[in-house]
């Protein structure tokens, strides 16, 4: 079956702009989760979304939100993008929202602010 | 504070050389441990989930195991295919709700 598939792969944008990316999880997997990884902090946890509502949001400024749709896609925005804000964001699907058979990762979309 | 800590930063090792990744953690209500792998510009792949002390878990060259504080990753006769980056995570209930909480990671390099 089809693997977790977010788009785009790379983006670069200026400061200041916002951009929006998106996740669609393994077909059935009701949750989505976002992480920010980046040499220096790893894997930081962004938010889970079960069935359209924000379940979790972890330490991350307003700038950074997220929804999720009744077919379970997921798409993060941030606005006002940072120079810190350059990171790989990955997205993750689990069927049970718990990860009790391991959450999936996507590849990931490679954003650079310039 | 809930918190993964992975060690090595990185290993490495020669074709066949056997050797141990260690995760130790410190957080309230663990549901469960994972180990997952990464290459350079791909997303983390899973390999292992563990819920409880005394645990074991295989794969290929791949065992983990769990005790009540730390989860080791044996890599037995290793080959360069296994280079990579091993993750450890928690999942944990913090503050009412389930979020996973990854270490920083061992980069494993297995020379020929």
């Known amino acids: 079956k089809a693997g977790v598939t977010q788009t785009p792969r790379y983006l670069i944008k200026t400061r200041g702009q916002q951009v929006t990316l998106s996740c669609s999880p393994i077909?059935?997997?009701?949750?989505v989760s976002w992480y920010q990884q980046t040499p220096g902090q790893g894997l930081q946890f962004l938010f889970e979304y079960f069935s359209e509502t924000q379940r979790n949001k972890g330490n991350f400024p307003g700038r950074f939100s997220g929804r999720q749709f009744s077919n379970s896609r997921s798409e993060m925005n941030v606005s006002t993008l940072e120079l810190g804000d350059s990171a790989l964001y990955l997205c993750?699907?689990?069927?049970?929202?718990?990860?009790?058979?391991?959450?999936?990762f996507g590849s990931g979309t490679r954003l650079t602010v310039v | 504070e809930d918190q993964v800590t992975q060690s090595p930063e990185a290993l490495r090792l020669q074709e066949g050389e056997s050797s141990s990744l260690n995760c130790s953690y410190t957080v309230s209500g663990l549901r469960g441990l994972f180990w997952y792998r990464q290459d350079p510009g791909k997303g983390p792949e899973f390999l292992f989930t563990l819920y409880s002390a005394g645990e074991e878990k295989e794969k290929e060259r791949l065992k983990a195991t769990l005790t009540k504080k730390e989860s080791f990753l044996h890599i037995t006769a290793p080959k360069p295919e296994d280079s990579a980056t091993y993750l450890c995570a928690v999942q944990a209930v913090i503050q009412g709700a389930q979020k996973l909480v990854f270490g920083q990671g061992t980069r494993l390099t297995i020379n020929p």
């Open positions: 077909s059935g997997h009701r949750s």
């Open positions: 993750a699907s689990s069927g049970t929202g718990t990860g009790n058979n391991g959450y999936t």
